[in-house]
């Protein structure tokens, strides 16, 4: 006989789980990265990378090292090219058989969700557009859990307890 869909669901307030047919490799590639507590990099079809470092907390800096893929067009020894940016500097690349390792330091300077970029040149021409993508949460929403290659290397002096004026309450 046929097999009612009320008898699948679990009682009470329970997670509710799609009949097996449905589950298509969109949602389970989407559920798998939700448990994915490394940063992400994807490229673009111009050869760009995205780098998404997750929660990051305001007026915080981190040190975030990641890793991209082989670049044809740079070869070897890659090095960063000079960016006007405050917020995120690169401080070593290394090259290793799966590809260059990148570490930067970068500072959440404003809440929301903030793309840095930077440039990676190698002998060639060419160079390499890096955007750091971070979600900043505000001051008051605790701290994020941080992903495997962030790491949280202190806080903007403004904030700092040691450094307020705050006496506490009288």
Same mark, same amino acid.
């Given at each position: 006989g046929l097999c009612h869909p009320q008898a699948a669901r679990p009682k009470g307030p329970g997670v509710r789980?799609? &009949? #097996? !047919?449905?589950r298509g490799g969109t949602t389970f590639h989407f559920k798998s990265s939700l448990h994915d507590s490394a940063v992400m990099v994807t490229q673009d079809k111009d050869g760009h990378f995205l780098v998404k470092v997750g929660f990051l907390k305001i007026l915080h800096k981190y040190e975030i090292t990641?890793?991209?893929?082989?670049?044809?067009?740079?070869?070897?020894?890659?090095?960063?090219?000079?960016?006007?940016?405050?917020?995120?500097?690169?401080?070593n690349v290394?090259?290793? &058989? #799966? !590809?260059?390792?990148?570490?930067?330091?970068?500072?959440?300077?404003?809440?929301?969700?903030?793309?840095e970029e930077l440039l990676l040149a190698g002998h060639g021409p060419g160079h390499v557009k890096v955007t750091v993508q971070a979600r900043v949460m505000d001051r008051h929403h605790g701290t994020p859990m941080l992903l495997d290659g962030v790491r949280c290397v202190g806080a903007e002096l403004e904030y700092d307890s040691e450094q307020s004026d705050w006496h506490g309450f009288d």
């Open positions: 789980f799609a &009949p #097996e !047919g449905t990641f890793v991209l893929p082989p670049v044809s067009r740079l070869g070897k020894d890659v090095c960063p090219l000079p960016v006007p940016n405050p917020n995120l500097r690169v401080t290394t090259s290793l &058989p #799966e !590809g260059h390792s990148v570490r930067c330091e970068y500072t959440a300077h404003r809440e929301g969700v903030l793309k």
